[in-house]
């Protein structure tokens, strides 16, 4: 009897130091579970804004929308992201990249936070952090109206091509549950739905809200009743790891909007912004104009500097001195070398790794650049070699020096055969400027891919894109036939040797 009031005390006793202890501690733990503050919450505070990175070609997650005369992007998506901003006391500002680009981004500082419908995965996590989902979604597959009755099942997709959107959990999901199907990725959901009408893609796997959407505003698709075994995913919103503080301030707006009802009516607000009716050219117009205005400042910077650069290089080529002769080949190889896009990809992120907060803007038109000048460069030096030997020795015979020759004798008279080919690489130029939308540079395409997601018109945008260019090309065209034709006229005065 004794031994067992023991055992009892010995166990009361236990029970009391446990509970004092988990008492004790438990502040201590939630402290450090969510510090107040952290370098990046710290930094965005100080500066007094956070930049949002998304890819606003989403609806009715992120899209633009011509509201009162003024373009801006909205959606729940963006909604959140400003209550975010507005909690932590600092203003919101958006920078628009490809989906593609968004992680990138995020990594190197360009931008602080990720809200673009973005499902986490362990792959995903392993570079930034999440937060608490926001929004649970379910995958739907699109398809042509009359052919929902041939997809019953995941099964029924054996040996057909179906289309998502790369690098997201669609992508996984397809290749996961629908057996034996070709799995088609692209960057672009319009893309995607253009493929469809055009009947190069047999079917496209989407989120709910996205899929209804386009059903809705298409008569000719409709939606195939397919169930996945894991057809559910959380969307969360990414910010860099190391930022335990910011994370919490997220988390908390989230389940705030949440809890009053709040993230809801956003909701609301977006499917209503989304399916407001609009006259195209009313709504758009502007946004190829502005993108025709960038393409074209884009496209002059890097003829200009381009050129610049490439008669630099071409001396460099030309010189005895084999360091910089070899700095010139090796410069050259390079950059004709390497795709347009890597170059453009480089520049715009490699900077941010240098502590150098270079836009997009600027990324852009030094990319054009530096590859221009490598093929420029080409194009002055078989300008150059055209010119017949003896009229550099004849210069020389006459005291002119090695640079007074260039400059006074060979140049002037390499100009006709320079232009030509010049000319061509500046059309090339105002073409290949389309890659740069990828880092939300608000050029031509760029503007043709938001005007696509927000109008749910995948194929008109592209058609007005096409005949945009085309007037440019030919205006480009006709310039440099009249200065030929007077470079031509002018053949006599400028040979300076016969």
């Known amino acids: ?58 609806p009715p997650y992120e899209f633009h929308k011509t509201i009162n005369g003024e373009d801006k992007v909205v959606g729940f998506d963006i909604d959140l992201a400003r209550q975010v901003a507005k909690d932590i006391g600092v203003e919101l500002r958006i920078k628009e990249l490809g989906f593609d680009s968004l992680l990138g981004s995020l990594k190197t500082g360009k931008v602080d936070m990720i809200v673009s419908a973005m499902t986490p ?28 009755n041939k997809y019953r099942s995941v099964m029924a997709f054996k040996g057909q091509k179906v289309g998502v959107q790369k690098q997201t959990t669609q992508e996984q999901t397809a290749k996961d549950e629908l057996s034996g199907a070709k799995v088609v990725s692209l960057e672009k ?20 809200p996205v899929a209804n959407a386009y059903v809705q505003t298409n008569k000719a698709l409709t939606l195939a009743n397919v169930k996945f075994t894991n057809a559910d995913y959380g969307c969360a919103v990414a910010v860099a790891k190391g ?46 104009l502005k ?17 610049l650069l490439g008669t630099l290089l071409a001396l460099m080529k030309r010189a005895k001195n084999k360091l910089i002769k070899g700095i010139a080949v090796v410069y050259i190889q390079y950059f004709r070398g390497t795709p347009l896009l890597v170059q453009v990809f480089m520049i715009y992120f490699g900077t941010q790794v240098i502590h150098l907060n270079v836009s997009a803007f600027v990324s852009a038109a030094l990319a054009l650049s530096l590859n221009s000048g490598a093929y420029v460069s080409e194009v002055i030096r078989s300008g150059i070699q055209s010119v017949a030997k003896g009229q550099s020795e004849a210069a020389r015979s006459l005291g002119l020096s090695s640079k007074q020759t260039i400059r006074l004798v060979v140049l002037p008279q390499a100009v006709k055969t320079i232009l030509p080919a010049l000319g061509n690489e500046f059309i090339s130029l105002l073409k290949e400027s389309a890659i740069v939308s990828v880092i939300g540079v608000g050029e031509l395409m760029f503007q043709t891919s938001v005007v696509q997601g927000s109008s749910f018109k995948p194929f008109l945008p592209l058609v007005v894109a096409s005949l945009i260019y085309f007037l440019l090309t030919l205006v480009l065209s006709l310039a440099l036939r009249f200065f030929e034709k007077k470079m031509k006229t002018g053949k006599a005065d400028n040979e300076v040797f016969d």
């Open 1 to 58: 009897m004794k031994t067992k009031k023991n055992h009892l005390l010995i166990w009361a006793l236990l029970c009391l130091t446990l509970l004092v202890s988990s008492i004790a501690i438990a502040p201590q733990q939630e402290t450090a579970a969510a510090p107040k503050t952290d370098a990046k919450l710290t930094a965005i505070k100080k500066r007094g804004y956070m930049v949002l990175g998304v890819s606003a070609d989403y």
């Open 121 to 148: 995965t362990p792959e995903r996590e392993k570079e930034v952090a999440f937060s608490q989902p926001y929004l649970t979604v379910a995958q739907k597959v699109i398809v042509r109206k009359g052919e929902e």
């Open 189 to 208: 959901v319009t893309d995607l739905i253009l493929n469809l009408q055009q009947k190069k893609l047999n079917a496209v796997v989407v989120e709910a």
């Open 243 to 288: 930022a335990p503080a910011y994370l919490a301030n997220v988390n908390k707006t989230i389940k705030t909007v949440q809890k009053n009802g709040q993230f809801a009516k956003w909701q609301k607000t977006a499917n209503t912004l989304m399916f407001s009716k609009q006259n195209f050219w009313q709504a758009y117009g502007s946004y190829f």
């Open 291 to 307: 993108g025709t205005g960038i393409t074209i400042v884009l496209t002059i910077l890097g003829v200009f500097f381009g050129s």
